[in-house]
């Protein structure tokens, strides 16, 4: 019975996570019209699975890290009433969040129900100097480093690209229908004074998409540019699949009843399931609402997210991927003026209240728990 109540209980948070974190690998390529959003959460999907199978390679070494942090006791975190209680704490919040489309740090929800479960448990013997040094510290920077790295970053690309001689072009829709009426509307919408003629629309601003002309070493700017793009996106959605997966299962292994691969594929199975039926709320406020952005921009902040995630898991430090993506797409809204203060306010907001969150639903499921005869 234990075993069933913790299984379903952190596939439930693997549920979670995909839901909320399978987008913001390719928030940008939706966010830029690179891609569709159908196209954008499969390219995430695809790159996110991978990333899972290869933490086959590492996932003792992962799980090892991701397996209470130092905060509480070892014997504590192999408790599998401790387990339940982290995993549903941190599945609730995730979950909640994503509902009202916030992008939140599964992470963090991860130790902010480590912390609630474990002052229940330990009280003043949790390690609280270890919480901050190691992951409140983490959460205020690494957002400041995204932003500021790609502002500069997107000037530097931006003059290079004048340098090059790469020009950016507006695009202009035609439809084809026929339209013998002459007029003119306010609206945006043009008709030619001749019967059997296409009429010429100029789209709203958030419907235009600006192209790169010329080219760069022999190939077309526009189609070089998106490559990288894909390739910058996919790399984030990698490594989130290589970090996330070992992270979740270590919950459930705590019982060793469970073969490894086994679940690593139950686990990878429910993030992309997740991911591909509940994503779109979060994916619209990363891609649309903190600020609009061209390929260019969009490559921009993917590429200083790809690069911090990738670094701080070389070197170990715990930084989330949502704070740097969110802070790299700030960081390009700064620059071009289209950031949307209102929408980052709300999602900073949602950043204090995950660890307080989670901390009270982990300590509540804890102490229900641990009063009931169930175990």
């Given at each position: 019975?234990?075993l069933?109540?913790?299984f379903?209980?952190?596939?439930?948070?693997a549920?979670?996570?995909?839901?909320?974190?399978?987008?913001?690998?390719?928030?940008?390529l939706f966010?830029?019209?690179?891609l569709?959003f159908?196209?954008?959460i499969?390219?995430?999907?695809?790159?996110t699975?991978?990333g899972?199978a290869?933490?086959?390679?590492?996932a003792?070494t992962?799980?090892?890290n991701?397996?209470?942090k130092g905060?509480?006791p070892?014997e504590l975190v192999?408790?599998?009433?401790?387990a339940?209680?982290?995993?549903?704490?941190?599945a609730?919040t995730?979950?909640?969040a994503?509902?009202i489309?916030m992008?939140?740090?599964?992470?963090?929800?991860?130790?902010?129900?480590?912390l609630?479960?474990?002052?229940?448990?330990?009280?003043?013997?949790f390690?609280?100097?270890?919480?901050?040094?190691?992951?409140?510290?983490?959460?205020v920077?690494?957002?400041?480093?995204a932003a500021?790295?790609?502002?500069?970053m997107?000037?530097?690309f931006?003059k290079s690209?004048?340098?090059?001689?790469v020009k950016?072009?507006?695009c202009v829709?035609?439809n084809?229908?026929?339209?013998?009426i002459?007029?003119i509307?306010?609206n945006?919408?043009?008709t030619?004074?001749k019967?059997?003629?296409?009429s010429?629309?100029i789209?709203?601003?958030?419907?235009?998409v600006e192209v790169y002309?010329?080219?760069i070493f022999?190939f077309?700017?526009?189609?070089?540019?998106?490559?990288?793009?894909y390739?910058?996106?996919?790399?984030v959605?990698?490594?989130?699949g290589?970090?996330?997966?070992?992270?979740?299962?270590g919950?459930?292994?705590v019982?060793?009843?469970?073969?490894l691969?086994?679940g690593?594929?139950?686990?990878a199975?429910?993030?992309a399931?997740?991911?591909l039926?509940?994503s779109?709320?979060?994916?619209e406020?990363?891609?649309?609402?903190i600020?609009?952005?061209?390929?260019g921009q969009g490559?921009?902040?993917n590429?200083i997210?790809a690069?911090?995630v990738?670094t701080?898991?070389?070197?170990?430090?715990p930084?989330?991927t949502?704070?740097v993506?969110?802070?790299?797409?700030f960081g390009?809204g700064?620059?071009?003026?289209?950031?949307?203060?209102?929408?980052v306010?709300?999602?900073?907001?949602?950043w204090?209240?995950t660890?307080?969150?989670?901390a009270?639903?982990?300590?509540?499921?804890y102490?229900?728990?641990?009063?009931s005869n169930?175990?």
């Amino acid at each position: 019975m234990i075993l069933i109540i913790l299984f379903i209980t952190v596939c439930f948070l693997a549920y979670s996570n995909g839901a909320n974190d399978n987008f913001k690998g390719v928030a940008t390529l939706f966010g830029s019209r690179t891609l569709n959003f159908k196209r954008a959460i499969n390219w995430a999907t695809i790159t996110t699975l991978l990333g899972s199978a290869a933490a086959l390679f590492f996932a003792e070494t992962l799980i090892k890290n991701f397996s209470g942090k130092g905060l509480v006791p070892d014997e504590l975190v192999q408790s599998p009433i401790f387990a339940i209680s982290v995993a549903a704490g941190a599945a609730i919040t995730v979950f909640i969040a994503t509902k009202i489309g916030m992008p939140v740090s599964t992470t963090h929800g991860i130790v902010g129900a480590l912390l609630g479960c474990g002052v229940v448990a330990i009280g003043s013997n949790f390690n609280f100097a270890k919480l901050a040094d190691t992951f409140l510290l983490p959460l205020v920077v690494s957002p400041l480093i995204a932003a500021i790295l790609s502002l500069i970053m997107y000037r530097v690309f931006r003059k290079s690209r004048i340098a090059l001689g790469v020009k950016k072009e507006m695009c202009v829709c035609i439809n084809n229908e026929m339209k013998p009426i002459s007029e003119i509307n306010f609206n945006g919408t043009l008709t030619l004074d001749k019967a059997n003629v296409q009429s010429l629309t100029i789209a709203p601003d958030q419907e235009c998409v600006e192209v790169y002309q010329n080219k760069i070493f022999g190939f077309n700017a526009q189609n070089l540019l998106d490559f990288f793009h894909y390739i910058s996106a996919g790399a984030v959605s990698f490594a989130r699949g290589l970090n996330d997966s070992p992270k979740i299962l270590g919950l459930v292994l705590v019982i060793n009843a469970l073969d490894l691969r086994l679940g690593l594929f139950f686990i990878a199975g429910f993030m992309a399931v997740g991911g591909l039926l509940n994503s779109k709320k979060v994916g619209e406020t990363m891609s649309l609402k903190i600020t609009s952005m061209n390929h260019g921009q969009g490559f921009t902040a993917n590429l200083i997210t790809a690069l911090l995630v990738t670094t701080a898991s070389y070197h170990g430090l715990p930084v989330s991927t949502t704070h740097v993506s969110v802070g790299s797409i700030f960081g390009i809204g700064t620059v071009t003026g289209n950031s949307n203060y209102k929408v980052v306010k709300n999602i900073l907001l949602s950043w204090v209240m995950t660890l307080p969150t989670a901390a009270v639903c982990g300590a509540v499921i804890y102490w229900l728990l641990s009063l009931s005869n169930l175990f």
